[in-house]
């Protein structure tokens, strides 16, 4: 996996995936949940790019819009996504199916609840196939389906094709997943927590896994954690997500290495490291994430920012907007200055914790 | 949390008697098929290890390991199959629960689910005041004034005593579940998990009070956990378990620098840690952790270790202290050199 | 898979032989002897004797018990001589308030149950289930909320009320249907489902309106499930989705539930014949409790209670087809 500094799209391919000031609401009784307000992001074919957030960040709420898995009574979609150059916003649902599973792909957190518990794996890995390769018969489709298995180290595949999920371990379960999204060989997968209901030294196996699997299938994926351990493993780029929308951006050197976004730092500040100094107190961010039915005026974050009276009102007033900082393709959406960060950055933040 | 860090209650190596002595504890849970007992799971399978008081033990280990089960067996909450538990000098391994009563003041237990330990349809005034009310106590000013005290001491604020618990977020309520188990000034709290419900930001708030409590009022811990850093931050000493046994165990320093089981290298290894970027240590285990209905004969963990040879199946290790006695490891080939993070051999085998 | 059915036999058969011990016992929880009230008003001691000899009650408990089971599986023979009445196998009793064995009375009687449970069965399974399955594919719409009025009214209605009503609506006011009336099935199939369709109604209209709902509530939590999810993250079609993920799923406790009321209903819908004066076996149970016909009652009791155990072997059974995590324990 390398780190390039440069995450922005090549020239002369444009972005796998483009999504642009994509806004994701649904009604409750409650009132209006504004679950992604304003998001915009980019992903390149071969490439990783993890979303970071926590609970009611909106960062699930954004893979399902891109699939077109919301529930489309409740939900208003605005902005745009663009996979492949093809606008999927307000696409007939008939044909937004059609792209699933064949041209993107999702594998998700718990597998166990995710695989059906009356099917046999195989089965359900050739449903998969044949729904969109209608001409293939039961033989190509399984013999499709024990390679896949195989692909994703499932040991004597022919064997366990007809096995239930329920006589698979965790680790297991979750290569199924793997082998059911990529059997179509789509060309945007994304990974909703993939490994956060497994071991750690299975989410180790199963991160390998994905990152051999790009490099052989050159897909782009999208890796959504609340880990920054993980994002630091197997992303390239990184988006930090706060009240449904994007507080900083970048490659993820820049993002993990150089933060610029208060709300990032408190996130790594408050990450217990297996390094420095054991005794040190965690930095925690205080108070509590907001509720998108209610978010705070202006910045989302600045209820919990250290820093937000810094601007006078503004904070409180007018949402930030997200601008790059000194360095090509890293954005933050912050109202403190460039000079201002980097002092706070220089003598604050930097000295402590993981951010060091 | 500022200021001097005062010395350590018993910090390694001091002497006098320890707070919770355990030996052999085991559980086997029976597997029925009909009414036929079809097998036993060792879910907790001869375990020994000694809580000093206000000391920190860290047990961690893997999904199947038997930490859960032990911290219940501490508790009471599970009836131990054999072994002993002793908690300041007196076994409490099948006490009954008469005598049991004043114990439960001295030891406490937080679980791991905030909100499901809470009952719904109770005020934080009487959910903390239950111990209090349950054990006959009156605090000198009274109850309520002793859990508006408790609640102040956990960080929430003491007007909320009429609340319920749906009012308060995750990590809140975890705050109201300490104050519970602090209600009787215990001197041991089992911690099951406490803080791995909870997002990062929230998480790092409740490992920090649970440390500057532990610090003030000179709590012992057993901090059960499957996250190795959030173990580090919080304990003196470390046990790691693995199918139902303790592999190695030690003071924090040894385990994180100079682990000698495999497993725990592998696991140090496979944690993914912000501050290394790209893909973690080399050491990968090959496939997940055996079913322990059927553990595999000799060491348990051979099957996925890189080191194992004919005698690992035949001959279990037993857990054996080296370097003079802080720090024991039941294996037959331990590792001897100090860890560089990246562990010894590349990736053995794919997953199988 | 063999051997689960073996295991789920032998079980049954213990549940069987606890209640006839216990059906057994009803002879002697009565307050008098069943001999004398079988015998009437003017009996001397001498006749009630006579009597218990003939029903085989003077005997000690444990040969009583034994007599019992030997003639369900061999029959047996009630009193001596011209008063000697012949029980063939499987004897559960003989009645001597009709003159007949028990098994010849449910042997008429139970045809009729049966038939009107079957149809029952099949109008509330098709109905009951699509209008669930429906409703919970449209959530919120006219369709659903509509659905939810009127199962919650056919929920809350009792048997004799809309059956009393079917009844005026379709014979006595409009005359579409003749009144309701059994004919073998053997004999004349058409004549058979004609007499039997306001029963059927009836029974299957109401037990409709619960299965809607069950099966609503089922669809709706299955629906929310993650494995639908996945259906749908693969690009399957809404149809592919709801009947082959979600449907197969949701059915598994409506199996349960519809199988224990089938087993059930077999021992008697005593309310739905009375209504349409049909002679099934509910009306006999209830008329052999009123009258103190002890063979007839511990009978109709005992076959109530296989009705049900046999009911368990099934959906249990179905269970193990449906889940392969059953299949496998």
């Not at chain 3, 040969?63 to 196998?89: K, L, N, S, W």
């Not at chain 3, 369709?197 to 009836?202: A, D, N, Q, S």
Request: hydrophobic share 40%; aromatic share 6%; glycine share 10%.
């Amino acid at each position: 996996m390398t780190t390039s500094a440069v995450p922005a799209p090549r020239r002369g391919s444009a972005p796998h995936l483009r999504v642009e000031e994509l806004r994701v609401h649904f009604t409750t009784t409650d009132g209006v949940v504004r679950a992604v307000d304003g998001l915009s992001f980019a992903v390149d074919q071969g490439r990783t790019l993890g979303i970071v957030g926590e609970s009611g960040s909106g960062k699930s709420v954004t893979s399902l819009a891109v699939l077109g898995l919301h529930d489309r009574r409740r939900t208003r979609i605005s902005g745009r996504i663009l996979l492949g150059g093809r606008e999927l916003v307000g696409l007939p649902e008939e044909e937004v199916r059609r792209l699933r599973g064949r041209d993107l792909a999702m594998i998700f957190q718990d597998p166990l609840s995710a695989l059906h518990p009356y099917y046999s794996v195989g089965r359900q890995i050739t449903e998969a196939y044949r729904v969109h390769h209608p001409g293939a018969g039961t033989r190509e489709a399984r013999q499709r389906a024990v390679d896949m298995l195989g692909r994703v180290g499932i040991p004597q595949p022919a064997r366990r094709f007809d096995q239930y999920p329920h006589e698979f371990s965790g680790g297991m379960r979750q290569r199924v997943m793997i082998a059911m999204a990529l059997v179509n060989d789509p060309d945007l997968l994304i990974a909703d927590e993939p490994t956060t209901a497994l071991d750690v030294t299975v989410q180790a196996q199963i991160l390998d896994l994905l990152a051999d699997l790009q490099a052989e299938f050159h897909s782009a994926i999208i890796l959504i954690t609340h880990d920054l351990g993980v994002v630091s493993q197997v992303a390239d780029d990184v988006l930090v997500m706060y009240g449904g929308r994007a507080v900083e951006r970048g490659s993820v050197e820049q993002v993990l290495r150089r933060p610029q976004h208060p709300y990032t730092w408190g996130l790594l500040s408050s990450v217990p490291s297996l390094h420095g100094d054991a005794d040190a107190d965690l930095l925690p961010i205080p108070g509590n994430p907001p509720s998108l039915i209610n978010l705070p005026s202006g910045c989302a974050f600045h209820p919990r920012c250290r820093y937000a009276d810094r601007n006078g009102d503004r904070s409180r007033t007018q949402a930030p907007e997200l601008r790059q900082v000194v360095e090509r393709g890293h954005l933050v959406a912050c109202h403190l200055t460039e000079a201002e960060r980097q002092r706070i950055y220089r003598d604050e933040i930097s000295q402590v914790g993981v951010a060091r | 949390m500022s200021g001097v860090v005062p010395e350590r209650h018993a910090r390694s190596g001091q002497p006098g008697e320890p707070l919770l002595r355990v030996r052999g504890l085991a559980k086997h849970f029976p597997v029925r098929s009909g009414f036929r007992s079809t097998g036993v799971v060792r879910a907790v399978d001869g375990v020994d290890f000694d809580v000093r008081p206000g000391e920190t033990l860290g047990v961690v280990g893997e999904s199947g390991c038997g930490k859960t089960t032990t911290g219940r067996m501490l508790v009471r909450l599970l009836e131990p199959t054999a072994g002993t538990i002793e908690f300041g000098g007196r076994d409490i391994t099948h006490a009954p629960r008469r005598e049991l009563r004043p114990l439960r003041q001295d030891l406490q237990i937080i679980f791991q689910d905030p909100y499901a330990s809470l009952n719904p349809r109770h005020t934080v005034g009487r959910i903390v005041a239950m111990p209090l009310q349950v054990n006959r106590i009156t605090p000198p000013g009274g109850v309520k004034a002793r859990v508006q005290e408790l609640l102040e001491l956990v960080g929430l604020n003491p007007e909320h005593y009429n609340r319920y618990p749906h009012e308060f977020s995750g990590g809140q309520r975890q705050r109201i579940g300490i104050a519970r188990a602090l209600a009787l000034r215990p001197k041991l709290i089992v911690a099951d998990e406490p803080v791995s419900a909870l997002d990062v930001s929230i998480q790092a708030q409740v490992v920090n009070l649970l440390r500057d409590l532990q610090r003030e009022l000179g709590l012992a811990f057993v901090f059960i956990a499957h996250d190795l850093a959030v173990v580090r931050h919080f304990c003196q000493r470390v046990a790691v378990m693995y199918l139902g046994k303790v592999v190695e165990i030690g003071d924090r320093a040894d385990i994180y620098e100079r682990p000698q089981h495999p497993y725990t290298r592998a696991l140090l290894s496979a944690i993914p840690d912000v501050t290394t970027l790209g893909p973690a240590g080399r050491i990968r285990l090959a496939g997940d952790v055996p079913n322990p209905l059927n553990p595999p004969s000799g060491c348990r963990f051979r099957t996925r270790c890189w080191k194992a040879q004919d005698r690992c199946a035949t001959e279990e290790p037993a857990l054996t202290p080296r370097d003079g006695g802080r720090q024991a490891t039941a294996c037959h080939f331990p590792e001897a050199d100090p860890v560089d993070r990246a562990g010894p051999p590349a990736r053995p085998g794919g997953p199988g | 898979m063999l051997r689960f059915i073996l295991r789920r036999l032998l079980v049954a058969a213990a549940t069987l032989v606890v209640i006839s011990l216990v059906t057994f016992g009803l002879f002697f929880a009565v307050p008098s002897s069943p001999a004398k009230v079988m015998c009437g008003k003017n009996c001397t001691a001498e006749d009630i004797a006579q009597v218990e000899a003939r029903l085989g009650i003077d005997q000690p408990l444990p040969r009583q018990y034994t007599d019992f089971v030997q003639g369900v599986f061999v029959g047996r023979t009630y009193g001596e001589g011209d008063f000697a009445r012949r029980c063939p196998a499987p004897c559960l009793g003989y009645s001597f308030r009709n003159n007949q064995p028990v098994t010849e009375i449910i042997a008429q009687r139970l045809p009729v149950t049966a038939s009107i449970v079957a149809g029952g069965a099949v109008i509330w399974l098709l109905l009951g289930v699509t209008l669930g399955m429906v409703s919970a594919l449209r959530r919120g719409t006219v369709f659903d909320r509509a659905a939810i009025g009127v199962t919650l009214a056919g929920a809350s209605m009792q048997v004799y009320f809309f059956g009393l009503i079917l009844l005026y609506v379709l014979v006595y006011a409009t005359g579409l249907l003749p009144f309701p009336s059994y004919t073998p099935l053997t004999q004349n199939p058409l004549r058979w489902a004609v007499g039997l369709l306001l029963p059927w109604m009836t029974l299957g209209f109401l037990n409709s309106a619960l299965y809607a709902r069950l099966s609503r509530a089922q669809m709706l939590e299955t629906l929310s499930e993650d494995f639908v999810r996945t259906a749908r993250a693969k690009g399957l079609s809404p149809r592919q989705v709801h009947l082959r993920h979600a449907l197969r799923a949701a059915i598994t406790p409506i199996v349960t539930i519809a199988g224990l009321d089938i087993g059930t209903s077999l021992g008697g819908t005593f309310i739905t014949e009375s209504i349409f004066g049909l002679q099934g076996l509910g009306k006999a149970t209830v008329e052999a409790v009123q009258f103190l016909n002890l063979p007839l009652v511990m009978a109709t009791v005992l076959l109530a209670a296989v009705f049900i155990v046999v009911a368990n072997i099934v959906v249990d059974v179905l269970y193990a087809v449906i889940d392969p995590r059953v299949r496998l324990n």
